[in-house]
């Protein structure tokens, strides 16, 4: 399966998510390519629309690797196998994690401003992405979004691979993932457009979102 774009992938997501329209649901889009596909998931179901923002750990041999990830409100994910196997020492996870949850926190502040997070308690809560190959920060999302008591936790994604898909669902109620191509390649190599989404982009569409224009006019 190749999507035209982010926007044209929401689109498709929001059909097998069409059940939930209508219901408490608060869509959240990981920074920054998962907002657009978040939003069009968002406007479909008549839901809500925020974000979540995550930066991976990348290993002393690639930044590329994950290692693990960190959210902006603190939650960390690490992956120990592989910190075991890399001989990964504390010093360069803290150091890591500092730089990582400064970027993260610095992000927030971006595309947020000053406007509250949206209510997580009790509802529906979706977490889209573009992709998933390593799974990495969404887990890491997944454990922040948690903490807040969703009433049911999903993930949902256009395409994504066997194993983070696997991962991820350990901790989700439930994954909606419409392709899962193996061998699993690059996310971008399933998108026709798959240029870069800019800040601008991502305070535009949390723009359009209801709940956040009512917690202080943009």
């Not at 996870?93 to 949850?101: C, G, N, S, W």
């Not at 890491?140 to 194993?163: F, I, N, T």
């Not at 191509?181 to 601008?200: H, I, K, L, W």
Request: hydrophobic residues 45%; contains cysteine.
């Amino acid at each position: 399966m190749r999507f035209e774009n982010r926007e044209a992938a929401g689109l498709a997501l929001a059909g097998a998510l069409g059940h939930y329209r209508g219901a408490d649901v608060l869509v959240l889009g990981l920074t920054r390519g998962g907002v657009p596909v978040a939003a069009g998931v968002a406007s479909v179901l008549d839901a809500d629309l925020d974000i979540l923002v995550a930066r991976k750990l990348g290993a002393p041999i690639s930044q590329e690797l994950a290692i693990g990830a960190v959210t902006a409100d603190g939650t960390r994910i690490l992956n120990d196998g592989l910190i075991s196997e890399l001989a990964v020492s504390d010093v360069y996870l803290a150091t890591v994690t500092d730089r990582k949850l400064a970027e993260a926190r610095n992000a927030e502040a971006r595309l947020r401003g000053t406007r509250p997070p949206l209510r997580i308690a009790g509802r529906i809560v979706i977490v889209v992405d573009d992709g998933l190959a390593t799974g990495a920060t969404m887990l890491a999302a997944l454990q922040s979004v948690k903490r807040h008591h969703p009433a049911h936790l999903v993930v949902a994604v256009p395409v994504g691979s066997h194993e983070a898909c696997a991962a991820v669902g350990k901790i989700a109620d439930e994954v909606v993932c419409l392709d899962r191509p193996e061998p699993f390649g690059a996310v971008g190599t399933y998108y026709g457009d798959f240029s870069q989404t800019s800040d601008d982009e991502v305070r535009e569409l949390l723009g359009r979102s209801p709940a956040l224009r009512a917690v202080e006019p943009w």
